[in-house]
Structures are given as structure tokens and as C-alpha cells.
């Protein structure tokens, strides 16, 4: 097929936390006019609706800000909130809350890389035609969607909006037997897990590279860093959390109701490629045994690797999980540690005014939270930049090299690609984008 | 109250030859958490695609679904102008209309919004270019078209979701329980949250969620909206018994029920 000389794409979908997102492409005489990522929310003023609330319902209303990244945003939120406390977690709630974030990684990971992207592999438009067509593939997906929920349910009482988690510490903690049961789902999970990693190493991506600018937690100790760390990049720069703005640089473009991101390139890439690129080396052996037989190593300048480096982190996190777990059953918990605080009504919390940040992994990339806070605990401001945010400038850029080397393709290879580059990033709209609706004016 | 578990057997199939219910999803303003519940059902999401036929998922393909929808489930609330209009010409295409969680039942957390000056709120996250951005009070979806089914709570209750679901599909009322969360966490036998030393908004709120959060050591937030008639009593009992301040109370009401303030 000749060259596509004059294209006018544009492409509508409803985006996850950001509301609708749409593509803009435009092509005359072959030369790109235009090629843009919009993000068009209903601002939900989440940083707004903060103020004047206690910071101890932070963790309570961040958690809103994403239903499939609540636990994420609620450990990010507890980490601010402590830090403008000036209360140090346990060593016990650090332990369990790095357990609740690799659940959170396996239960977002196995909806994106499975549930979603599943249906490239096997060439079908969503997943909604395989339960038809694979239904043991799809059942597999479910069960082990259900599994991860399931042991999340017993660790903070339901995985979407997570209860006994909150600054200070735990409402509840799971008993010897909710261990047990945990470790028990944990290792039942293995039946599903091996033939839908074996069906992952059969998916075909595109061919495509683009330097940019990698970032994500770095760490001096040997653990894969999720929750703890310093704020690197893999333009050599690196600094703490506290100067988290340093690393985003916030800037709003009229066009898009999320807040454009950059660091020390035109974009910067979070997420799992990033991660994996940043910390290769400290992924649990069986995830690196596993990148390694798939081709991928660092630096990978592949945004649609992002999936497959996506597999490589629900191997590691289902390990460091079941080591948590085991550690957890081998010492026991102690229960003394369980706290009811409610908006701090007894004042068992000291409470000071203060500025704190959280910068956590979560399954998209890194998320920070800031809130700052009066002598009374209430929150005066807030700021939270997401992932998907930080990322939408790396797409536009992305769009730029892409689109020109695809544009001798047909129409629907065209979109199928622009629609794959969008899925590559799982910007919480992962879902929808199987149900782009794309429009062609020659 | 207790319902559906794994056994439910999809007693409201409906015969081979006849068409399947045109199910279709949409959302607004919300953190599509409670979309994720459906998800979160496991094997019996295949249950319910089984004896439904889902026509839509996302707005994204509203336009090639040109008929009427026999039920459509609302997630989110209203927050600026297109979404209303978005939702009116939704509802007027639909048969049986869903509220579908916290947010589109009483507004959720996003009525906090409303507890401000709009255009200050605005600036506060989006500086001096705020306008680029329409928005508007915060509404919930009764707050602008009829509404035939609620399924409350953030996030939704997995055990309601069914029960409603099997209602709507067979044209059944399905009843939302009016008695007080503290109901529920009796039977739970939980220890009281205002004997832990905390103030807790059970006794105001509608049960139904098997009291879920203090099962698990927190407070009762309010997500599911106030029972309508309230023990006024009872409360100002609890509030004086434990010494507490009625603004209080108040204020951690507004977490969710800011939109539905003053309104039965």
C-alpha cells in the first residue's frame, strides 16, 4: 500500500482517573501537522476538597482519587501524612505495607498485562470474545484476578479502598490463620500463573525505540525499591522525595486538563519499564531468568516493553510477597500494634504542623503526595501528581517518532498501533482503549 | 440481608430464544473503583455476562449502539456541563437506570467540592488558567434525571451488586435497607467505636454493607447516604454521652454527603 499522504485521525476514549482522552493526529502531503495526547477530565478537585479536612482522612479520600490504584494512593498518602507528622512507622507496618503494595502490582499487572493485552496476543478485539473462544484463558485471568483480591480483602478488609491501612499504622492486623490463608491462596496460585506466563512470552510487539528519560525510586540497600527510596532517573540525576518537584515540573497546556511533566529531557517515562531499567538488578533471580528469556535487559528505550516488563514485575512481587508472608508466620505479628484513631478524637497520635511528602511505586509509576498541615492536624494544602500525568508528555513524544514510521501502514494498522502505544503505558485507561473509536477524514 | 454467594445459579436466565438484556456501563466523575467490584466477582462475572448482553462499556462506542438499552449502570456523579448533557441523552434511551455506587448515588466524595466557593476551589488546583476547565457543584445522578435502582456505597458491596442486578433484570422493586449500619455491626459484634474513643457515623448511616469498615477496625465514613429518618435522639444521646461536638459529627459527614445536605 502507497504512502498515506493525507490522514486526519482522531480517536475518543474515556481515560480511568483522567476522564476522556483523546488522540489528534493530522497528516497533509505526508508531513505530520499535528500528532497530540489529549487528556479532557471533569476536574475533580481532589487537592481542593482536602483543605480543611483532617490529615487523617487523607489517606480515606486519596484512596477516591483511583479505584484500581487505591492502595497505592492510600500508601503514598500515609507516607506524606507521617512525614508531616513526624511519626516513624513500625518495622512491622513498613513489612506489611510492602506486602500490600506487591499485591497491588500482581492485581493491577495481571488486569493489564492478561486481562487487557491478552487479546492482542490472540487477536481478538477485547476480552469480552474470548470467553467464548478461550474460556479457560479467561477463567484462568479471573481466577487469579480473584485470588490477588482475595488475599488483599484479608490484608486491609477489600483491596478497592483499602480499611485497616492508615497513617499511624494498622486498624487491624491479620491473625496467624489470615496468614496461613494468605500464604495458602498465594501458593495455589501458581496453576493459573504459569500458563498465562507461558501465553505472555507468545505476545509480538512492535518494533520501536525512543530515548527518553527514565525515572523511578532508586535505593542504596538491595530490595527492588516500592515503597522506600530517593527519586531517580536514569540521566544520572537523583534526589530525595522531599524535592519531588524538582523531578516533575508541572506545567499546564490548555489543551489538556492534566498537568504536563519533565525532568532533564523534553519527557520522562514512569512505570514498570522504568523501574526495571533503573533496578534491574535487584529484581527477585526467577523475574530476571524470566526477562532474560524474553530479550529484554536493560535499558530498554521500547515504551511497549512496558507490558512485558509488567510480567517480569508480578514474577518478583509474587515471590517478595510469599517471602513477606513466610517471614510474617515464622516471627508472628505483634498485635499490641493495632490502632484506632478515627481523626485523632483521643489524641493518640502527636500531632504538629508540618510539610510532608510520600513518593510510592504504585503499579503505573511513581506517585507522589504532599500535604501540608497546621498545629491541629488539618490540612492547609495538597498535591498529588500521578503517574499517568507524568507520562502523557512521553506519549506526545513518543507520537512524534512513531507516527511517521508507521504511516506507510493501512488505516487500521495505523490506529491498532496508536492504540497499542497508549495500552504499552497503562494510563488507567487501558480498558477503554480496546474500545477506541477511531475516525478516519482523507 | 446476607445475600448471593458463590451459589447463585442465574435463576433469571432468561429462555434461549428470547434476546438478552442490553446492558450498557457508563462513567462520570469517579475513581471507577466500583466498575473494578465487578471485576473483583471472579468466575461470576461470568455468571452475569452469561445472562446479559453487554452493548456498552465505555462512551467510546456509544455512538454505535443506536437503540435503546434495557438497563444502563451509572457510575460517577455530574461535575460540569457536558456530562450532564451526556447523561440526560442517556437517560433518555434507557429503560431501567442504575445508580451505580457512592458518587452517583449521594455525589460522594466529590461533594466535598461543593463545600466551596467554586471558582476559588477551581483556582486553588489549576491556578489562573482554571477557566480552561468547565465545572460545576458536584450533583448526584438523582439530582438530575430519575433514578430506578441504587446500589450504594465506595465502593459498592460485591453480595448487593448481585442481589440488585437480579432485580433490575427481572423488573422486580429492589428496596435499599433504611435501618442504621449500627444494625448490622450488633450483629457483627463489634465493639462500639464510641467506646474505642472515637466518633463513628453508623448510627446515621443506611446499612447494607454488613458494616464493613468497622468489622475491620475503622469508623463508619457515611458513604451509603443517611437513613431517612434518623434516630435524632438516640444521636444527640450518643453525642452527649461521649461528650463529643455536634460540628464533629458534621464534618465527617460531609465526606459524602455533601451534595444530598438538606435533602430527603
Redesign the interface.
Given at each position: 500500500m502507497a504512502a498515506t499522504k493525507d490522514l486526519d485521525i482522531k480517536v475518543?476514549?474515556?481515560t480511568?482517573?483522567e476522564?476522556?482522552g483523546n488522540i489528534v493526529a493530522n497528516v497533509k502531503n505526508g508531513k505530520i501537522e499535528k500528532c497530540e495526547f489529549h487528556v479532557v477530565?471533569?476536574?475533580?478537585?481532589f487537592?481542593?476538597?482536602l483543605?480543611?479536612?483532617s490529615i487523617f482522612?487523607a489517606q480515606?479520600?486519596t484512596s477516591?482519587?483511583?479505584?484500581?490504584c487505591?492502595c497505592g494512593h492510600s500508601l503514598a498518602s500515609v507516607a506524606a501524612a507521617e512525614d508531616a507528622l513526624g511519626v516513624t512507622p513500625t518495622e512491622q507496618t513498613i513489612k506489611l505495607r510492602k506486602l500490600l503494595l506487591d499485591y497491588e502490582f500482581l492485581d493491577s499487572h495481571v488486569?493489564h498485562a492478561f486481562?487487557l493485552v491478552a487479546p492482542d496476543a490472540l487477536g481478538v478485539p477485547s476480552f469480552?470474545p474470548l470467553?467464548a473462544t478461550h474460556n479457560k484463558t479467561?477463567?484462568q485471568i479471573?481466577?487469579l484476578?480473584?485470588a490477588v483480591?482475595d488475599v488483599c480483602d484479608i490484608l486491609?478488609?477489600?483491596?478497592?479502598?483499602p480499611?485497616?491501612m492508615?497513617a499511624g499504622g494498622?486498624?487491624?492486623l491479620p491473625s496467624p490463620k489470615e496468614i496461613d490463608r494468605q500464604i495458602e491462596i498465594m501458593e495455589g496460585m501458581t496453576a493459573e500463573l504459569e500458563p498465562l506466563l507461558k501465553l505472555a512470552k507468545t505476545l509480538k510487539l512492535p518494533n520501536f525505540h525512543r530515548e527518553t528519560e527514565y525515572v523511578a525510586l532508586v535505593s542504596d540497600d538491595g530490595e527492588y525499591p516500592m515503597l522506600l527510596g530517593d527519586i531517580g532517573s536514569s540521566e544520572g540525576k537523583r534526589v530525595s522525595r522531599k524535592e519531588y518537584r524538582k523531578s516533575t515540573n508541572e506545567f499546564?497546556d490548555?489543551r489538556s486538563?492534566a498537568k504536563f511533566t519533565k525532568w532533564n529531557k523534553d519527557s520522562l517515562f514512569v512505570g514498570a519499564l522504568a523501574r526495571f531499567n533503573l533496578n534491574y538488578d535487584k529484581l527477585h533471580p526467577k523475574a530476571k531468568a524470566y526477562a532474560k528469556e524474553i530479550g529484554l535487559k536493560p535499558v530498554c528505550h521500547n515504551p511497549f516493553m512496558n507490558t512485558m516488563a509488567q510480567v517480569v514485575e508480578i514474577i518478583h512481587c509474587y515471590h517478595h510477597a510469599l517471602a513477606i508472608l513466610k517471614d510474617l508466620k515464622k516471627h508472628g505479628l505483634d498485635y499490641s500494634q493495632?490502632i484506632?484513631?478515627?481523626?485523632n478524637?483521643?489524641g493518640s497520635v502527636p500531632v504538629r504542623a508540618g510539610d510532608g511528602v510520600g513518593s510510592v511505586e504504585v503499579p503505573r509509576g511513581i506517585l507522589h503526595h504532599n500535604y501540608v498541615t497546621d498545629k491541629d492536624g488539618m490540612i492547609k494544602a495538597a498535591n498529588c501528581i500521578i503517574p499517568t500525568n507524568q507520562n502523557v508528555n512521553n506519549i506526545e513524544h513518543d507520537f512524534a517518532k512513531f507516527l511517521p514510521e508507521i504511516l506507510n501502514l493501512k488505516k487500521d494498522e495505523i490506529r491498532l498501533h496508536l492504540e497499542m502505544l497508549v495500552r504499552a503505558y497503562d494510563p488507567c485507561i487501558s480498558?477503554?482503549a480496546h474500545?477506541?473509536?477511531v475516525s478516519f477524514v482523507e | 440481608m446476607k445475600t448471593a454467594k458463590k451459589d447463585t445459579k442465574a435463576p433469571a436466565k432468561a429462555p434461549k430464544a428470547a434476546a438478552k438484556p442490553k446492558v450498557a456501563f457508563f462513567d462520570f466523575a469517579s475513581c471507577e473503583g466500583c466498575q473494578l467490584q465487578m471485576t473483583n466477582l471472579g468466575e461470576l462475572l461470568l455468571d452475569i455476562l452469561g445472562a446479559v448482553d453487554v452493548v456498552e462499556f465505555r462512551e467510546a462506542i456509544s455512538e454505535k449502539w443506536d437503540k435503546d438499552y434495557d438497563v444502563v449502570f451509572i457510575e460517577g456523579s455530574i461535575g460540569d456541563h457536558h456530562a450532564e448533557e451526556r447523561l440526560k441523552k442517556i437517560r433518555a434511551r434507557a429503560k431501567v437506570l442504575i445508580a451505580y455506587g457512592a458518587c452517583a448515588c449521594t455525589g460522594g466524595v466529590n461533594g466535598m467540592k461543593n463545600g466551596f466557593e467554586l471558582d476559588e476551589i477551581r483556582q486553588s488546583v489549576y491556578g489562573k488558567d482554571y477557566k480552561l476547565f468547565d465545572s460545576t457543584p458536584t450533583r448526584a445522578i438523582d439530582q438530575v434525571v430519575k433514578v430506578d435502582y441504587y446500589i450504594n456505597g465506595c465502593p459498592v458491596y460485591p453480595p448487593e451488586i448481585i442481589e440488585v442486578v437480579k432485580h433490575a433484570l427481572r423488573g422486580l422493586p429492589y428496596t435499599v435497607p433504611d435501618n442504621p449500619v449500627c444494625s448490622e455491626c450488633k450483629l457483627n459484634e463489634n465493639v462500639c467505636m464510641y467506646e474505642r474513643g472515637v466518633a463513628c457515623l453508623g448510627p446515621w448511616t443506611k446499612a447494607g454493607c454488613n458494616s464493613w469498615c468497622v468489622n475491620n477496625g475503622n469508623i463508619c465514613y457515611g458513604c451509603r447516604g443517611e437513613v431517612k429518618n434518623p434516630a435524632k435522639n438516640a444521636a444527640k444521646d450518643v453525642i452527649s454521652k461521649y461528650n463529643l461536638k455536634p460540628e464533629l459529627i458534621t464534618k465527617k459527614f460531609e465526606m459524602y454527603n455533601k451534595c444530598k445536605e438538606g435533602a430527603k
Open positions: 475518543e476514549y474515556v480511568r482517573v476522564g476522556h477530565e471533569t476536574p475533580r478537585l487537592e481542593g476538597m483543605r480543611g479536612r482522612e480515606h479520600i477516591r482519587i483511583c479505584g484500581i487505591s488486569l486481562l469480552v470467553v479467561v477463567r479471573l481466577r484476578k480473584k483480591n486491609v478488609g477489600r483491596h478497592t479502598h480499611i485497616t492508615i494498622w486498624t487491624k499546564i490548555p486538563s493495632q484506632t484513631v478515627g481523626v478524637e483521643k480498558c477503554s474500545y477506541l473509536d | -
